[in-house]
């Protein structure tokens, strides 16, 4: 299948093109943290889920094959702390929503996201998982072909998230009067400046006081150089993908999630990569422009407020 990075308003794709290939290189990586004795993280489905994909360059990413020992960032050991990381951060999101009583999950832009079907859920829990038409259908069909059910009352909303998604959320039984745990996963970046204002206000609007709400956070007028770029590149070029990754991101200014939730009656907690990192055993790599962004880019925790 093409990869094809031009965006463009209402374009679509499945998971081996365009934003849905850049879920599968995320499943892909997580593949790659869970292989092995001393796994650094456990996602027994994510390198099926690649491999049904299809797309050769991640294969090799998920089995291990895919590695630029002279980057930081972009050798074996470096990407499986990344991504360990990134996936304890949400997965402890939805774990202690679930032990202070919030039994109402949405994950936005789903992906090849496995936490319905491999985490331990309460009795009563409903995750909702809202993403493209072709990527809900591919998901929930391998999965069964696996033969594996979800661990919680899995709800999947087939919805553009730039089109009226909280309708089609409702529809499927979600129920605004109680509190949720919603993670944005890898997400906002991907969004025009605009479509993520509406999504943070379609949040907010659908969030019962003591619902919480987790993203990637970078503080206000922090911008990555060009030289990522080049980074990014290279890395695509080595494993013989040709997805460049930057081309799928929306410039342009847009509001911090951070503030323009605070704005709205949210508390706000972030966490630094600096801090995540050190929480989790791990030193930051020795990249001289992750150090130097370290305390400005990280992740976020939203609680709405009890009194609305």
Request: no cysteine; proline share 5%.
């Amino acid at each position: 299948m093409s990869q094809t990075n031009s965006r463009y308003d209402g374009d679509t794709w499945d998971l081996a093109s365009s934003v849905g290939a850049t879920a599968t290189s995320v499943a892909a990586s997580r593949a790659l943290a869970s292989r092995g004795p001393d796994a650094l993280i456990h996602d027994p489905y994510a390198e099926v889920l690649v491999k049904a994909v299809g797309v050769e360059s991640l294969i090799r990413v998920a089995n291990g094959e895919a590695n630029i020992e002279d980057d930081p960032m972009l050798n074996r050991r470096r990407m499986t702390e990344q991504i360990a990381v990134r996936t304890r951060f949400f997965d402890d999101v939805f774990t202690n929503a679930a032990r202070d009583g919030i039994t109402q999950a949405v994950i936005l832009a789903s992906g090849l996201d496995t936490r319905a079907y491999r985490m331990s859920w309460p009795a009563g829990s409903v995750v909702f998982e809202l993403d493209q038409p072709q990527v809900i259908e591919f998901k929930t069909r391998v999965m069964a072909d696996l033969g594996v059910s979800p661990t919680a009352d899995r709800r999947t909303v087939a919805v553009d998230l730039r089109d009226d998604w909280p309708t089609a959320l409702r529809e499927h039984g979600f129920d605004i009067t109680q509190p949720t745990a919603w993670i944005a996963e890898g997400l906002l970046i991907y969004l025009p400046p605009e479509a993520q204002d509406r999504l943070l206000d379609n949040v907010t609007a659908l969030s019962a006081p003591g619902s919480r709400f987790a993203t990637e956070f970078m503080a206000a007028g922090t911008t990555l150089p060009d030289s990522w770029r080049d980074r990014f590149k290279k890395y695509s070029a080595q494993i013989g993908s040709d997805i460049d990754l930057p081309a799928l991101f929306y410039d342009g200014e847009r509001n911090s999630a951070g503030d323009y939730l605070a704005e709205r009656g949210w508390r706000i907690s972030t966490v630094s990569t600096r801090e995540s990192y050190a929480a989790n055993g791990f030193d930051l790599p020795d990249d001289e422009t992750l150090v130097q962004f370290s305390d400005s880019t990280g992740y976020l925790t939203a609680t709405r407020s009890q009194e609305q």
